[in-house]
């Protein structure tokens, strides 16, 4: 079975792929590989998983001789019960609208607990890169023309705190190991407190009136791709893609300049930073050369607000992730580094005017 968008067929592949271990990993891969790229010589097929997921297997699939990576597929499986807070139809649905677009890399094929798309060439982000000016207006560039990509009709739902109470109901009330448990009570707050900040956060926000428009809400460095030769960024994995306040996807972005594995809470961006990223953006999103300092300074205001609310909202997520995630990552402490990069900030920000 087969979809037709924009001249390009996606297949639909009966398929699971176990992720119990790498050599199940490759045996289903090569499985998708049968039926997009029947051509292919098994014996001449390079497999290599990618690390920096932290929700789902990544797979990079080419022929031996491709060396500059023009036909290479990456193969993404779902994470252990992920379905549970990541609307899977739905994901692919935006997948599609964004290819028709040309925002998103070209999807080849939909099985069971995956996706195969093109592989994009380049390099991911790090704390380094994504201070560099070329670099980060380029991204900035990138996210004006992801939030105007898709038409939006003003009757849309931010998909904001719809998903911030499925991961609150989400969150165990008590670990089954008891290490974890111990660990969970140690790093991070309780359900209780979580709640409370979420109440106090929901009516803070809601009275900026941020557009809302369509956004990626899972910008950390790892799923931007930069090309040096051409001075471009490509975004991935976009199955948190949805119809959300303009000011979460940046905040959320900014958010991820401390990283995900060497943490730093001093790498957040500075107001200097964040101010000429804003100007680019503003400059695409709004179709002018001129962009006033009031306008840059209310949408500074705005996304730094929001940006309280990604930390609470991923420290929920590595909650759930603790309790039913198979990758080996220590969600746990994560989660209490988002939750203490909140309240380092919250006072601060929710002070801004």
């Known amino acids: 079975m087969a979809q037709i968008t924009n001249q390009l067929i996606i297949q639909q592949i009966n398929v699971t792929i176990s992720i119990q271990n790498e050599i199940d990993i490759f045996e289903g891969a090569q499985l998708i590989l049968n039926c997009i790229r029947p ?7 390079q497999m290599k998983m990618l690390s920096g997921g932290i929700t789902n297997a990544l797979v990079r699939c080419r022929l031996e001789d491709d060396v500059d990576s023009s036909d290479t597929i990456l193969i993404r499986i779902y994470g252990a019960k992920s379905e549970l807070f990541i609307d899977r139809d739905a994901e692919k649905r935006n997948l599609i609208k964004l290819q ?23 390099t991911t982000l790090t704390t380094e890169t994504v201070v560099v000016p070329k670099v980060y207006k380029s991204v900035a560039t990138q996210m004006a023309k992801l ?9 849309n739902v931010p998909m904001l705190w719809i998903k911030c109470s499925r991961f609150l109901e989400l969150i165990p ?16 707050p309780s359900k209780s407190v979580i709640t409370k900040e979420l109440a106090l956060l929901k009516s803070n926000l809601e009275q900026l009136n941020s557009p809302i428009v369509f956004t990626h809400n899972d910008l950390l460095l790892g799923n931007i791709i930069y090309n040096d030769e051409n001075n471009s960024v490509s975004f991935i994995d976009f199955e948190y893609a949805a119809y959300n ?28 930073l964040q101010y000429d990223w804003l100007k680019e953006y503003l400059t695409v999103y709004n179709g002018t050369k001129e962009v006033s300092d009031m306008d840059i300074h209310n949408l500074y ?53």
């Open 39 to 45: 051509q292919w010589s098994k014996s001449s097929i």
């Open 100 to 122: 028709e677009v040309g925002i998103s890399a070209p999807l080849y094929a939909i099985f069971n607990n995956g996706l195969a798309y093109k592989y994009i060439n380049g």
């Open 147 to 155: 939030h105007k990509s898709i038409n939006n009709n003003n009757n």
């Open 173 to 188: 009330e008590k670990y089954n190991d008891p290490d974890k448990q111990k660990r969970f009570e140690t790093l991070c």
């Open 245 to 272: 306040y303009q000011a979460f996807d940046i905040g959320n972005h900014f958010a991820e300049y401390i990283g995900t594995d060497n943490i730093d809470l001093s790498n957040y961006p500075s107001k200097e």
């Open 301 to 353: 205001v705005q996304v730094n607000k929001f940006a309280l609310i990604s930390s609470v909202f991923w420290g929920m997520w590595s909650l759930v992730q603790a309790a039913n995630s198979t990758i080996d990552f220590d969600f746990i402490e994560y989660s209490g580094i988002k939750f203490g990069e909140y309240f380092k900030y919250k006072e601060q920000f929710l002070l801004l005017e």
